[in-house]
């Protein structure tokens, strides 16, 4: 244990988290498979946590009575440190308040805490938001895990598909220069079933606003491997991403919220796709993670 990175353990599985961003950067087996993405060039991170925006605001700006905050895009928990809480075997939690810092660039008070949980299976997250302040708290919050694609060597990129808990036969948004379109795309998804290609990602992210399905599968079609299942409570929204150019690596982003659609540039607090949480309230989100090799 350090106070950088903190691994935990159960069965034949290992998740390490980081205290810079509350985030996970090694999921494996005993047996060597490596399922998250190891933040190497092509996109130097592994599943950062987004927080108190999802993607984009018009100029990058915050705007709230009067002032404008500089906000980049999904927010600056990612690259915050966060406290450490508990730390046991299978378990850790971490947490994120507000500061002088964060009000230079979001003028609320907040508490945000991440507990990672692991069993025999996965690895739980859950995020819980609170408002410490006197007035309502608009925020939103994310997760953006990258997954190894694929996650065995030698197998075809195009042979993974993401397998959908129901049917998704509703129109998907696209984003252009970080910024949701009005305008919608036919839905790819066909008898639940996404094939994954780095054709998809031409016209970057996939977002299923919102999602029907609580769950998704991850896996090659043919055959025995690796594979993953994720599943969501509290989220309304998902990502799915790679890089546009092509990239050994596929995210899957359960979000509370989303970009601001172009052509919105007002106050914060009317941005579409927020959470508006009362004085003293809290809401919690929390996505599942179970992985196998065969």
């Given at each position: ?251 899957i982003e359960p979000w509370r919220g989303y970009a601001s659609p172009v052509g919105f540039d ?29």
């Amino acid at each position: 244990m350090t106070d950088d990175t903190y691994t935990i353990r159960s069965g034949s599985l290992a998740a390490s988290i980081k205290a810079q961003g509350a985030e996970m950067c090694s999921l494996r087996h005993e047996d060597g498979i490596e399922f998250v993405w190891q933040a190497e060039p092509a996109w130097p991170r592994h599943a950062p946590l987004l927080f108190p925006i999802v993607g984009r605001l018009a100029n990058n700006e915050l705007r709230h009575r009067g002032k404008t905050y500089r906000m980049t895009q999904h927010g600056f928990a990612r690259d915050s440190r966060f406290a450490w809480g508990a730390r046991e075997e299978s378990r850790c939690t971490l947490v994120l308040e507000d500061s002088e810092t964060t009000r230079e660039r979001y003028p609320f008070a907040f508490r945000l805490t991440a507990a990672y949980a692991l069993d025999d299976a996965g690895l739980d997250l859950t995020l819980t938001v609170v408002n410490t302040g006197n007035e309502t708290l608009p925020v939103s919050v994310g997760g953006h895990p990258a997954f190894n694609w694929p996650l065995q060597p030698g197998v075809p990129k195009e042979s993974y598909a993401l397998t959908f808990e129901k049917e998704e036969p509703s129109p998907i948004c696209r984003v252009e220069g970080g910024l949701l379109l009005t305008a919608t795309d036919p839905s790819p998804v066909r008898d639940r079933v996404l094939p994954l290609s780095e054709a998809l990602f031409t016209s970057d992210a996939v977002i299923l606003n919102p999602v029907n399905s609580t769950a998704v599968r991850y896996a090659a079609g043919q055959g025995a491997g690796p594979w993953l299942k994720m599943s969501w409570h509290g989220f309304r929204e998902l990502g799915i991403w790679s890089k546009p150019s092509g990239a050994p690596f596929v995210c899957i982003e359960p979000w509370r919220g989303y970009a601001s659609p172009v052509g919105f540039d007002g106050e914060f607090t009317d941005k579409p796709g927020l959470m508006h949480i009362a004085p003293g309230a809290e809401e919690q989100a929390s996505f599942r993670i179970e992985i196998g090799t065969s």
